[in-house]
């Protein structure tokens, strides 16, 4: 009886010991993940036009809006960067929109290009975060939009990953407020690549599932 008990002291000890090494194991993987980047020499900009057919939209607004050259060259940014899936998911629907009304189509280089900058500025948040910036403010984080000081949020977040909650890769939750404290106005995208350290700022890639302008896009253009 004595050796029976002693035994099962004995297995529940080791499952303690294992439990406590994989939480101490896990906390020491998320920590080490938080801290990566991914170091780029050159400016924001630099690397979006080294990103060979990733980025072809989002130069045309460059070419198009004055100053934002100048921004994610030389200002300290955080950007979120929209790959050329987000602006063609945009622009199909609002040309389905246009069709639907006898409309002829438009392209990026056809819209006002007013409306096309306070779009973009809201991606282009002022100072540098990395995402240990982010991870550590349980409620997400506040930021302005560089330009137009447009109220955006972001949270940290951790993925499943093998039946296990909060094991797995980690992502932003990057959201247009609508100019709302309630949460459930908001209109939210994830990223796909974090903590890309250029000269002058970070890069937060988001998901191509995004449309460009945060649903509006179509509503601002054909009107």
Known sequence: MISRIYKLLMVCAVIAIVTIS???????????????FTSYDGSAMDYLKAQTGVY???????????????????????????TNKSFETAIKSLNRDRAFENKPPLYLRDLDVSVLDTMVYKYVISGTYLTT???????????????????MHVDYQLLNASGYVGAG?????????????ISSNWVSTTTQTLNIKTKNGIIHVLSPGH???????SSKFNQ
């Not at 890769?169 to 404290?181: G, I």
């Open 22 to 36: 994989c939480k101490k194991g896990d906390q020491t993987y998320h920590d080490a993940l938080k801290q990566s």
């Open 56 to 82: 072809d939209s989002l130069l045309v607004l460059v070419d198009r809006i004055p100053g934002l050259q100048d921004s994610l060259t030389n200002k300290k940014i955080t950007f979120f960067s929209i």
């Open 133 to 151: 910036d982010i991870s550590s403010q349980s409620n997400g984080v506040d930021f302005s939009g560089l330009k137009y000081e447009y109220p």
């Open 169 to 181: 890769e980690q992502q932003l939750l990057f959201s247009d407020t609508n100019n709302s404290t």
């Open 211 to 217: 449309i460009f302008g945060f649903n509006q896009f």
